[in-house]
Nanobody, 114 residues
Framework: QAQLVESGGGLVQAGGSLRVSCVAS????????MGWYRQAPGKQRELVAR???????NYLDSVKGRFTISRDNAKNTVYLQMNNLQPEDTAVYYC????????WGQGTQVTVSS
């Protein structure tokens, strides 16, 4: 299994931006679709965005037009650029393959104040 390390979260005001990153160890990264997931307090984890090995992307309806997922296969890294953040985006953000088959990393906290 790959190890996944997320970073880049923080506290931001509504309307602000953040970019979170995820570095995956192991060889599985380049051969798999990758996804960003999030889990808000008291809610189930949900898929926010995914990107295929070739770069095709899909997004949760509520983040379309605001979030952009990208990947750098040479660096085993996947990114999520989040613009116009809203309080409802507050959650711990995780990356994993899509579908999620690896153990979850520690995630990175994103908090959006109103």
């Amino acid at each position: 299994q790959a190890q996944l390390v997320e970073s880049g979260g923080g506290l931001v005001q509504a309307g602000g931006s953040l970019r979170v990153s995820c570095v995956a160890s192991g060889r599985t990264f380049s051969f798999n679709a990758m996804g960003w997931y999030r889990q808000a307090p008291g809610k189930q984890r949900e898929l926010v965005a995914r990107i295929s090995r070739g770069g095709t992307t899909n997004y949760l309806d509520s983040v379309k037009g605001r979030f952009t997922i990208s990947r750098d296969n040479a660096k085993n890294t996947v990114y999520l650029q989040m613009n116009n953040l809203q309080p409802e985006d507050t959650a711990v953000y995780y990356c994993n393959t899509y579908p999620a088959v690896n153990s979850w990393g520690q995630g990175t906290q994103v908090t959006v104040s109103s």
